[in-house]
């Protein structure tokens, strides 16, 4: 058995962002467009109004997140600076967030969109980099990437997650804008993003406004009993109850983090390492494969860049096997 400081150094291993931010030398010399491979950005960090310029904000990594925060932001033509050492991201607020998407989606000849929520640690440097990087690949295909980008200036697992409840309830914000659009919205969450997701699915059905189209849940740290039947919190079926088409939970055996996930949570085992195992055909879940469906992902692992990151076997959400799946289940 590794030892508990040994799992917790694989967990810190893998949360911890890998991606090089490139923002961070090209804004010594003023403030840089994010792209057109990043239109749209939405945020739910506290982000700050600039004097004089109505409907503009800046918004960084260090923005403490609050727990009871209830509004979330849609920007577009987003740049970014450095100020001592620091990305400041500047946004214009989006008025019609369902008309900004068709937009783009006609734009880019899409026929969806696909939100992203990042997981543990990861700050909006990082989170740009992985959508610009996905948005890239998708060119020419059936679909763009929004990121997601909630607080996570707390390197602390119970921190950060601390601060989950308050970025979906700023979410729910933004549902009705984004229901005004006729592309259909599908939302892939990432480790933690799963928890964000997990509380912004409302615990009434009869409270439901919104429907994603899929919902690709990737290395989950959530209980790995979310959509087993009997299970007493009612999760899997409200996040089942948001979505019009599937839920796919992508899962890996081999997945050290959330291993080390384990050990902080009492034991409790987590849904993106264990998946279906033992559950399948047996009556078990609360859906069958024509709502949910599990897809051991430890093939997508291995398209993971550089040795350290496959061992951890949790990082695999935007490798080119993962955005070819997204795609084909849209």
Same mark, same amino acid.
């Given at each position: ?6 799992? @917790? @150094? ?18 010594? @010399?003023?403030? *840089?467009?994010?792209?057109? =491979?990043?239109?749209?950005?939405? *945020? ?6 600039? %004097?004089?310029? $109505? ?26 600076? %450095?100020?001592? !050492?620091? =990305?400041? &991201? ?25 939100? &992203?929520?990042? !997981?543990?640690?990861?700050? $909006? ?50 549902? $009705? ?38 919902? &690709? ?32 939970? @992508? ?23 264990? !998946?279906?195992?033992?559950?399948? !055909? ?8 024509? %709502?949910?469906?599990?897809? %051991?992902?430890?093939?997508? =692992? ?13 990082? &695999? ?14």
């Amino acid at each position: 058995m590794i030892p508990q400081l040994g799992l @917790l @150094l694989a967990t810190a291993a893998a949360f911890a962002p890998t991606r090089i931010n490139k923002y961070s030398l090209s804004t010594r @010399l003023g403030a *840089t467009p994010l792209g057109a =491979n990043l239109p749209l950005v939405i *945020t739910t960090i506290d982000a700050r109004p600039v %004097e004089g310029e $109505p409907g503009v904000y800046d918004f960084d990594k260090n923005i403490v997140g609050d727990a009871a925060d209830d509004d979330a932001h849609f920007f577009k033509d987003v740049t970014v600076r %450095e100020e001592k !050492g620091v =990305n400041i &991201y500047r946004g214009t607020e989006v008025q019609n967030a369902g008309a900004a998407i068709d937009e783009i989606a006609r734009q880019r000849g899409c026929k969806h969109c696909m939100m &992203y929520v990042h !997981g543990f640690t990861n700050t $909006p440097g990082v989170v740009f980099d992985a959508v610009e990087a996905m948005n890239e690949y998708y060119k020419g295909k059936d679909v763009f990437v929004i990121p997601i980008c909630w607080p996570a200036e707390r390197v602390n697992y119970f921190g950060q997650k601390e601060d989950a409840p308050g970025a979906a309830n700023a979410l729910r914000s933004l549902v $009705p804008g984004v229901m005004s659009a006729t592309t259909p919205i599908s939302v892939m969450c990432h480790s933690m993003g799963n928890f964000v997701l997990k509380k912004f699915a409302p615990d009434d059905p009869a409270k439901v406004r919104f429907k994603f189209h899929n919902i &690709y849940m990737v290395a989950a740290d959530v209980r790995s009993t979310t959509f087993d039947k009997g299970d007493d919190t009612g999760d899997g079926a409200d996040i089942l109850s948001i979505c019009g088409k599937k839920v796919h939970v @992508l899962w890996n055996w081999w997945d050290m983090a959330l291993l080390g996930r384990r050990a902080l949570n009492s034991g409790r085992r987590a849904l993106g390492k264990v !998946g279906d195992e033992g559950k399948q !055909g047996d009556g078990k879940l609360i859906a069958d494969a024509s %709502e949910l469906v599990y897809r %051991e992902s430890n093939d997508l =692992n291995k398209q993971v860049e550089g040795f350290v990151n496959r061992r951890t076997g949790h990082g &695999y959400q935007a490798v080119d096997g993962a955005l070819d799946y997204y795609l084909a289940e849209l």
